[in-house]
């Protein structure tokens, strides 16, 4: 009888196991589902072509506005001047890394169905999404006490690491161009190339 | 697809008309914006040009307007501050307007807020609404050691 002790406990705990997975909610976007697929393609539309291009990050941060103002030798301009840039800045760094969290939840949930990623990618995808969250938030807290012009190199560097990440991500969504659209019929249909 | 291409290129030809005869005229891209936000119906969105229209389609002419007005606008985006400051007090300068009432109507109107051309990335239009209000205060305190001698 004392035998079966443990054999009940482990019962038990499957049983409690089951009885948490189905009460659990299910995930609000199925894996592979079409709309992670289309958020994680607007995503990489809005960083390509609205965040990340270098005219735009250059002239919000670019140090020759600053320059003029200060040239101007008008205080309260000067004033202004700073707390409109830091606006923008705070709202670059805010909008890039809200759509690095949308490649990251195709990447963690569907990228795997439609491009064959090795672990050794998968875990570097991992490492480099991680670095960047974490960049923009260094960066953000920056910008907030600092001013605009606190980290130019940060910012270089966090616009560099969100575009290689865009490339690898274009690349696992290569399949959604309407030139391999046609393959779709075809058997390996969802087995896109990396 | 063949039909689009045509379109597009008719599209491209229609806008190399529209440079080349009208914007040609107009050499700041400030003017060039609020010129062809001007063509824009503000009900439908819709731009509208009879002599464009005349020698293309009524749909190629918008479509030439609104490539154009995007044009303008990353011209803008692009200018530095002081380009914008420059821009700002020519175009102040052409309207003929007491730049005191002009400033105060641009400062409590922001009818710059209308000039850009839809699906534009909402960062660029908060950057380019920014250096306006930048450029008005640059320019409003250049004017104020003015009114206190006129005061005086």
């Known amino acids: 009888m004392i035998q079966l002790i443990p054999f009940m406990f482990v019962g038990v705990l499957l049983v409690f196991s089951l009885f948490f997975l189905m009460r659990r909610k299910p995930r609000a976007r199925a894996e592979g589902?079409?709309?992670?697929?289309?958020?994680?393609?607007?995503?990489?539309?809005?960083?390509?072509?609205?965040?990340?291009?270098?005219?735009?990050?250059?002239?919000?941060?670019?140090?020759?506005?600053?320059?003029?103002?200060?040239s101007e030798a008008l205080p309260s301009v000067h004033k202004l001047f700073l707390e409109e840039r830091k606006k923008t800045a705070l709202?670059?760094?805010?909008?890039?890394?809200?759509?690095?969290?949308?490649?990251?939840?195709?990447?963690?949930?569907?990228?795997?169905?439609?491009?064959?990623?090795?672990?050794r990618t998968e875990m570097e995808?991992?490492?480099?999404?991680?670095?960047?969250?974490?960049?923009?938030r260094l960066l953000q807290a920056l910008l907030y006490v600092k001013g605009p012009y606190a980290a130019p190199g940060m910012v270089g560097s966090t616009a560099a690491a969100a575009a290689r990440l865009c490339k690898i991500s274009e690349a696992s969504l290569d399949f959604l161009n309407p030139?391999?659209?046609?393959?779709?019929?075809?058997?390996?249909?969802?087995?896109?190339?990396? | 697809m063949a039909t689009t291409t045509l379109r597009r290129m008719d599209v491209q030809q229609a806008a190399d008309d529209l440079r080349h005869r009208t914007l040609s005229e107009i050499p700041r891209?400030?003017?060039?914006?609020?010129?062809?936000?001007?063509?824009?119906?503000?009900?439908t969105g819709l731009y509208y040009h009879d002599g464009l229209a005349s020698r293309f389609t009524q749909e190629v002419a918008c479509e030439a307007l609104a490539d154009c007005?995007?044009?303008?606008?990353?011209?803008?985006?692009?200018?530095?501050?002081?380009?914008?400051?420059?821009?700002?007090?020519?175009?102040?300068?052409?309207?003929?307007?007491?730049?005191?009432?002009?400033?105060a109507t641009w400062k409590r109107l922001e009818p710059y807020r209308v000039a850009v051309p839809v699906e534009t990335d909402p960062l660029s239009v908060e950057f380019l609404f920014s250096s306006f209000k930048i450029a008005l205060a640059i320019l409003e305190a250049r004017l104020a050691p003015q009114r206190v001698a006129l005061a005086a």
């Open chain 1, 33 to 70: 589902g079409t709309e992670v697929l289309v958020e994680a393609r607007q995503a990489l539309n809005v960083l390509q072509a609205g965040l990340l291009p270098q005219e735009l990050v250059g002239r919000i941060f670019a140090k020759e506005d600053l320059d003029y103002v200060l």
């Open chain 1, 91 to 119: 709202s670059w760094v805010d909008q890039v890394r809200h759509q690095i969290l949308s490649l990251r939840r195709f990447h963690l949930g569907s990228a795997r169905f439609y491009a064959r990623l090795s672990m």
């Open chain 1, 125 to 136: 995808l991992a490492l480099a999404f991680a670095a960047l969250l974490f960049e923009c």
């Open chain 1, 179 to 194: 030139s391999h659209l046609n393959t779709l019929g075809s058997p390996s249909a969802g087995q896109a190339r990396p």
């Open chain 2, 29 to 43: 891209s400030l003017d060039r914006l609020i010129y062809l936000a001007s063509m824009r119906d503000y009900n």
């Open chain 2, 69 to 103: 007005h995007h044009e303008a606008f990353r011209q803008l985006v692009g200018c530095s501050l002081q380009g914008l400051v420059g821009q700002m007090e020519a175009y102040m300068d052409s309207t003929h307007t007491n730049p005191v009432e002009f400033l």
